[in-house]
């Protein structure tokens, strides 16, 4: 096998692995973001049965609705978290696509990109660990939410 092509192949094997990792990142985000919207969805329809009442409510259902509507607050924010982490996660994938485009061209054509590959290596890169920061952020937060579920009513 001739040198050139093994060079290329490793040049562009960085942003190949890297564009896998986040489309295992994102497939978990997004199973993640599916079971926060379902929680919500289950948490708004146990709140209209409650504020939907024939008589008057129990003082535990009242702090029932009351610990509901801070859980769906706080499911809000996770949800925002998670939509940024799937975006800057997807943002990671662009510029690792246009790493190995740059790479192949400067292969294939002899121009100098290595720069501006090196430079979009980079941002993907920064784009992976901002995503990671929301996800943290999300994790966090979904502890919270645990909590205020473990220390409301009938508990």
């Given at each position: 096998?001739?040198?050139?092509?093994?060079?290329?192949?490793?040049?562009?094997?960085?942003?190949?692995?890297?564009?896998?990792?986040?489309?295992?990142?994102?497939?978990?985000?997004?199973?993640?973001?599916?079971?926060?919207?379902n929680?919500?969805?289950?948490?708004?329809e146990?709140?209209?049965?409650?504020?939907?009442?024939?008589?008057?409510?129990?003082?535990?259902?009242?702090?029932?609705?009351?610990?509901?509507?801070?859980?769906?607050?706080?499911?809000?924010?996770?949800?925002?978290?998670?939509?940024?982490?799937?975006?800057?996660?997807?943002?990671?994938?662009?510029?690792?696509?246009?790493?190995?485009?740059?790479?192949?061209v400067?292969?294939?054509?002899?121009?100098?990109?290595?720069l501006?590959?090196?430079?979009?290596?980079?941002?993907?890169?920064?784009?992976?660990?901002?995503?990671i920061?929301?996800?943290?952020?999300?994790?966090?937060?979904?502890?919270r939410?645990v909590?205020?579920?473990?220390?409301?009513?009938?508990?």
């Amino acid at each position: 096998m001739d040198i050139q092509v093994v060079d290329f192949i490793q040049a562009m094997l960085a942003p190949g692995i890297m564009i896998s990792a986040c489309g295992l990142l994102i497939l978990g985000m997004n199973n993640k973001y599916s079971l926060i919207i379902n929680r919500i969805r289950l948490l708004d329809e146990e709140l209209r049965r409650l504020s939907y009442p024939e008589k008057e409510l129990l003082p535990h259902q009242k702090e029932r609705m009351v610990n509901i509507n801070e859980q769906l607050g706080l499911f809000h924010l996770r949800v925002f978290f998670v939509r940024n982490t799937v975006v800057l996660y997807s943002v990671a994938v662009a510029f690792f696509i246009l790493t190995s485009i740059l790479i192949g061209v400067q292969m294939g054509t002899g121009l100098n990109f290595e720069l501006v590959a090196v430079i979009s290596f980079l941002l993907g890169m920064i784009s992976v660990l901002a995503g990671i920061i929301f996800a943290v952020k999300e994790v966090l937060r979904g502890y919270r939410i645990v909590n205020l579920e473990l220390s409301g009513p009938n508990k």
